[in-house]
T-cell receptor
């Protein structure tokens, strides 16, 4: 079974631009979560989608948004990029079957975003 | 507010010996815990999990121990191998929701 895939793997943008990152979960997984990893900060939770609905949201500004499609693929968007948005953005999927509960998350390779 | 803490940023161990990585949490609602291994420029790889109904879970060379009263978990790797050199993250979630809180990671170096 194919793992979680993320595109693109690397991205360079300038301040003020916007960016869209894509994530395809493991087949059959309906929950997709996004994380930001910066040096020394570990993984910071951005949001989680389940069945096209945002179920959980972390403490990030409204410039960070996401969505999930009917095939469980997910995108996240960052508008008005700032230098501090440079990070590794990770997507994870889990095979939750209900609207509540928790399950192991499997990560993709990440998208390395550099903001100049 | 860091709800999951890994207080040792790095750890060095000789090959063949035991590696013990520690993790503390503050939220008593957490009841599901994961350990991940991460190499540079890759996503974290799931290693082992434990739920709060257990105090120990084993998978090959990896064993996770959970002490709920102390809000502490640890990952034991026996025997340690050079290929185990990576950053290890612990993560915690409350069963009611699929939001995981991660520690800042411990960089393990296994010396041949």
């Amino acid at each position: 079974k194919a793992g979680v895939t993320q595109t693109p793997r690397y991205l360079i943008k300038t301040r003020g631009q916007q960016v869209t990152l894509s994530c395809s979960p493991i087949s059959g997984h309906r929950s997709v979560s996004w994380y930001q990893q910066t040096p020394g900060q570990g993984l910071q939770f951005l949001f989680e989608y389940f069945s096209e609905t945002q179920r959980n949201k972390g403490n990030f500004p409204g410039r960070f948004s996401g969505r999930q499609f009917s095939n469980s693929r997910s995108e996240m968007n960052v508008s008005t990029l700032e230098l501090g948005d440079s990070a590794l953005y990770l997507c994870a999927s889990s095979r939750l079957t209900g609207t509540s509960g928790t399950d192991t998350q499997y990560f993709g390779p990440g998208t390395r975003l550099t903001v100049l | 507010d860091q709800q999951v803490k890994q207080n040792s940023p790095s750890l060095s161990v000789q090959e063949g010996r035991i590696s013990i990585l520690n993790c503390d949490y503050t939220n008593s609602m957490f009841d599901y815990f994961l350990w991940y291994k991460k190499y540079p420029a890759e996503g974290p790889t799931f290693l082992i999990s434990i739920s709060s109904i257990k105090d120990k879970n084993e998978d090959g060379r990896f064993t996770v121990f959970l002490n709920k009263s102390a809000k502490h978990l640890s990952l034991h790797i026996v025997p340690s191998q050079p290929g185990d050199s990576a950053v290890y993250f612990c993560a915690a979630s409350a069963f009611s929701g699929n939001q995981f809180y991660f520690g800042t990671g411990t960089s393990l170096t296994v010396i041949p």
